[in-house]
C-alpha cells in the first residue's frame, strides 16, 4: 500500500518567517503534486513535479522532488497570512490517473 | 467558464438513511474521481470514473457504497444504511489530462 507522511502535522507561525513541509513516501512516484485547501473548499493545484530533483518555484513557493522520487518538499519564504490552508501532498503512478493524497500540514501564518 | 459544482453542500441525515451525493464535472473531462475527507485530514481515495467505466473502486470502504456516472457527465455517490462513521466530507474532482485534477467545494455529510 502506497503512504505519504507529511510533516509536521500543524505549523503555527508569524508573519514574515520562512517553514518547509515535508512529504515522504518509501515508495516511487511518477510525479507529485503539491494542493492548498482553504477552510469550506476543494483542494487548489500548486504543482506538479515529474522529474527525480527536480526544483520549481511559484513566487514565495520553492517545491523539490527527490532525486529518488519516493519524497518532496514545499519551502515558503517569508510566509504572509495568505498563506494560511492546509497543504496536501499527492502521489502518482506510472500510467494512471489515480494519485494517493498525504497527510496533510495545516499552516497558519500569524499577522 | 464553470467549475466542479456538488451537491448538497451540506447533508445532515439519522443513522440507517440512505444518501446520494452528486457531482457535475467540468464540461468534456473525461476522468471524475470521488474523495473522502475527515475533519480537515488529508484525502481518502474512493473511487475514479474513466468516461462511464470505474476501472478503480478500490477505496470504496463497504458494499453500501456505490457510485454511478452516466453520459460521461454527472456523477452520484450513494451510501446505504449510513453510519456515524460515514460523517465526512466527500469531495469530487474531474479531469482532462493525467496531472491536474479540479475539484469541487465538498458535500459534508453529518450522520446523527
Redesign the interface.
Known sequence: TQLLEQSPQFLSIQEGENLTVYCNSSSVFSSLQWYRQEPGEGPVLLVTVVTGGEVKKLKRLTFQFGDARKDSSLHITAAQPGDTGLYLCAGGGSGTYKYIFGTGTRLKVLA | GAG?SQSPSNKVTEKGKDVELRCDPISGHT?L?W?RQSL??????LI?F?GNSAP?KSGLPSDRFSAERTGGSVSTLTIQRTQQEDSAVY?C?S?ST?????????TRLTVL
Open positions: 466542479v476522468a474521481y474523495y480537515g485530514q488529508g484525502l481518502e481515495f475514479y474513466q478503480d469531495l474532482a479531469s493525467w496531472n491536474t485534477q479540479y475539484f469541487g467545494p465538498g
